[in-house]
T-cell receptor
Framework: QQQVKQSPQSLIVQKGGISIINCAYENTAFDYFPWYQQFPGKGPALLIAIRPDVSEKKEGRFTISFNKSAKQFSLHIMDSQPGDSATYFC???????????????FGTGTRLKVLA | GAVVSQHPSRVICKSGTSVKIECRSLDFQATTMFWYRQFPKQSLMLMAT?????????EQGVEKDKFLINHASLTLSTLTVTSAHPEDSSFYICSAMGIYGYTFGSGTRLTVV
């Protein structure tokens, strides 16, 4: 119930193409779904995030699509660039009623390579 | 924006020694910080949740006596790996929760020889 399944494990896309990464979750109590980008040897950086009350959120070339009934969400990177080559993690969290803290459950990651 | 500084970025230590990793929120106060461990090409695994002024909450399977966490102020949390062994070699990342949500540090590559 606490798992977040992410696919594909790796992805190769031509420059200018669309990169699509998918995640699925089981726990319906999750109420926050962020995507992180991580370069080698660096910590993850927040890209974009969504809550269950909307089905899509777009920020620049990055779009999250959210399907509450299917318990799935995906990241779309439009006009993919070589500089987008990194590992992408989806995550899910729920509010803690006792402490107010949010524990993130991370997906397994997708290594994206964008060919020049 | 929120910045989290993590030091050192890399450390090599001898087996049996202890190593301290610092995580500082530079421009915001963080009542809660998280410590993660990441093996090569794998996801981030939450080790513990650190709350300012109180004991850390450790995830199942994480040895409390081996991974000592101190959150003495609203801007600083430390992780000390005690009596380090080669199997403790990993990438350790902290994350601080502020008004902008979570911000991650740049990570610490620990190598125990």
């Amino acid at each position: 119930q606490q798992q977040v399944k992410q696919s594909p494990q790796s992805l190769i896309v031509q420059k200018g193409g669309i990169s699509i990464i998918n995640c699925a979750y089981e726990n319906t109590a999750f109420d926050y779904f962020p995507w992180y980008q991580q370069f080698p040897g660096k910590g993850p950086a927040l890209l974009i995030a969504i809550r269950p009350d909307v089905s899509e959120k777009k920020e620049g070339r990055f779009t999250i699509s959210f399907n509450k009934s299917a318990k799935q969400f995906s990241l779309h990177i439009m006009d993919s660039q070589p500089g987008d080559s990194a590992t992408y993690f989806c995550a899910a969290s729920k509010s803690s009623r006792t402490s107010g803290t949010y524990k993130y459950i991370f997906g397994t990651g997708t290594r994206l390579k964008v060919l020049a | 924006g929120a910045v989290v500084s993590q030091h050192p970025s890399r450390v090599i230590c001898k087996s049996g020694t202890s190593v301290k990793i610092e995580c500082r929120s530079l421009d915001f106060q963080a009542t809660t910080m998280f410590w993660y461990r990441q093996f090569p090409k794998q996801s981030l695994m939450l080790m513990a949740t650190s709350n300012e002024g109180s004991k850390a909450t450790y995830e199942q399977g994480v040895e409390k006596d081996k991974f000592l966490i101190n959150h003495a102020s609203l801007t600083l949390s430390t992780l000390t790996v005690t009596s380090a062994h080669p199997e403790d070699s990993s990438f350790y990342i902290c994350s601080a929760m502020g008004i902008y949500g979570y911000t991650f540090g740049s990570g610490t590559r620990l190598t125990v020889v």
